[in-house]
């Protein structure tokens, strides 16, 4: 037994691959790495990118896809559903025996709707419509536009996968919506899914900058501190919400709960341990998306342990640490998701770019 499956079954946490790839499919690397524990997959356009500029997998399609005269964009959306269409039917039997807890794979709206409410409910419903499998899962960004979404593509029956979370007050928005979305589902709630991706390790990566700008020892002391405190803190509110008679009520019309993802788990600094924010964040009712790097990290020195429910007071008094050295958490949640679909838009920019240059070059071939 891995540790990836010790994870999920003595410490009920799903572990997620943060990976898509077509040579992962076509190879059959998905199919082992799943033998091995992994319970999901997760995608963005970064990640498409680094596939489509990494290998030449793409290139037969994109010719077809060229010569029947789609563009850049409509080609992008093709690729993107051929391996969402292979890695759902990969983890479909996955979804299947968990009666549909795990088994689901991500897939990112178009950057440029992140702060526009209405067009991102019209687009996780075409892609639920274009895609009609039961494991997929449709990523709206936790922007202020974002929130009304999720609560409306909740209440269609969508099922959603709320990406970046940076902050405590932005979590508990999302919450409501979720809460709220299903109280309006006027369908079968069991077929409703949903997650909550809290991003981590960036969240040390803009502190710890601002902490040694600071530079008094106090703050120096608060180095790599500020991510798994508000992720412990984040997942307390997730209990909190997610019982008493409210919930008990959806719960009893078949209601999931949304529950809490951590994303971005990688260590991003070399000083801290590579299976920091995997160590850390371990617990019931919660998914941790792993790279493959930190996959095979996790399985080769990994502790295994029910962390996350540990030292809350701890984490507590960290933020009010933070707060008297100068870090405003809410501002730092601010910036980051403003940085986020920055980069998720330059990503998806140069990834069209890319497709237009692929497309002139395997057409001449």
Do not use: C
Request: hydrophobic share 40%.
């Amino acid at each position: 037994m891995t540790r990836l499956h010790r994870l999920h079954d003595r410490y009920g946490q799903s572990p997620w691959l943060d990976n898509l790839t077509r040579g992962d499919l076509a190879g059959g690397r998905l199919r082992r790495l799943i033998d091995q524990g992994i319970r999901g997959v997760t995608s963005n356009p970064t990640i498409i990118a680094k596939a489509v500029s990494g290998s030449t997998d793409y290139d037969g399609q994109l010719a077809d896809l060229t010569a029947a005269g789609r563009d850049a964009e409509a080609s992008y959306w093709a690729l993107v559903t051929s391996d969402l269409n292979g890695a759902l039917a990969v983890l479909r039997p996955t979804y299947d025996r968990s009666g549909g807890r795990d088994g689901f794979v991500s897939v990112e709206l178009a950057p440029a709707l992140a702060h526009d409410t209405q067009a991102s409910v019209q687009a996780a419903r075409a892609l639920h419509q274009r895609i009609p499998e039961p494991n997929l899962l449709v990523k709206i960004p936790a922007t202020a536009e974002g929130v009304p979404a999720i609560g409306k593509a909740t209440a269609e029956g969508l099922s959603i996968n709320v990406t970046l979370l940076f902050g405590l007050d932005r979590y508990e928005q999302v919450i409501e919506a979720y809460l709220q979305g299903l109280e309006a589902h006027d369908g079968d709630l069991s077929r409703v899914h949903g997650v909550a991706s809290f991003f981590v390790s960036r969240v040390d990566t803009l502190v710890d900058r601002r902490l040694e700008a600071i530079g008094t020892p106090a703050a120096l002391a608060l180095r790599g501190t500020a991510a798994v405190a508000q992720a412990k803190l984040a997942y307390r509110l997730f209990q909190d919400r997610f019982s008493g008679p409210r919930w008990r009520a959806l719960a009893a019309r078949g209601a999931r709960p949304q529950r809490p993802l951590w994303a971005s788990t990688s260590s991003k600094n070399p000083a801290y341990p590579d299976t920091l924010y995997v160590d850390s964040l371990i617990g019931p009712d919660t998914i941790t998306t792993l790279p493959e790097a930190t996959i095979a990290a996790f399985e080769d020195h990994g502790t295994l342990a029910a962390t996350l429910i540990d030292g809350v007071r701890d984490a507590q008094e960290t933020l009010e640490r933070l707060a008297e050295a100068g870090i405003d958490l809410d501002e730092v949640a601010g910036v980051l998701e403003a940085e986020g679909v920055a980069a998720f838009a330059d990503s998806y920019d140069g990834l069209l770019s890319l497709l237009r240059t692929r497309a002139a070059e395997v057409t001449a071939a």
